[in-house]
């Protein structure tokens, strides 16, 4: 199809400039339509480059906070059970923050994703100044510690990044959906 391919609002179908209905399926909007060299979801929100590689950052720490937080929780969990705990609440975070900001236009997502980053947040900041005036309490390292320079101090930018991204992406208030759209988008 050609740049006039355009979502009808609340009937599940694309329309052409022939007018011709094509059914498509309920999540939709997970599917991009290119436009005139610009990515739109059917939603008709303009798809975010900083959006994918927020997403797919958070998606790459989930997997990597867990995974080390299961090894070291049953391989070494007396050595440092602060940290080790750290590291587990650290990984479903990330888990929960990627869920919600893939479904952050479905109804009370967006809510979910402000939460989770300012909680990030909030203990990137807390650890992080822990592990520096008291670190007799952190055995081991955990993602957080030290504001997470094991990790290239991403997981102090990644929740400032994402929370302006989403006040940008929706211009809800936290606490408030994004209006008119109740599909969830992987962008």
């Not at 606490?175 to 599909?183: L, R």
Request: hydrophobic share 50%; proline share 5%.
């Amino acid at each position: 199809m050609s740049a006039r391919v355009r979502a009808a609002r609340g009937t599940g179908t694309l329309e052409a400039v022939s007018d011709a209905r094509i059914p498509v399926a309920e999540s939709a909007s997970a599917h991009p339509v290119q436009a005139g060299g610009e990515t739109r979801e059917t939603t008709g929100q303009v798809v975010s480059g900083l959006g994918r590689v927020l997403i797919a950052v958070y998606i790459i720490l989930a997997i990597a906070a867990t995974a080390r937080s299961i090894y070291q929780i049953i391989a070494k969990y007396d050595e440092a059970p602060l940290a080790y705990t750290l590291s587990a609440v650290s990984g479903i975070v990330y888990i929960l923050a990627t869920v919600a900001l893939v479904k952050r236009n479905r109804p009370g997502w967006r809510a979910v994703a402000w939460g989770a980053l300012c909680f990030e947040l909030a203990g990137v900041l807390v650890v992080g100044t822990l592990s520096i005036v008291a670190p007799e309490h952190f055995a081991h390292p955990t993602v957080w510690s030290y504001y997470g320079d094991g990790y290239m101090w991403i997981p102090l930018a990644l929740p400032i990044i994402g929370l302006v991204w989403l006040t940008r992406d929706g211009k809800a208030a936290p606490g408030q959906d994004a209006p008119e759209s109740t599909t969830g988008s992987l962008y």
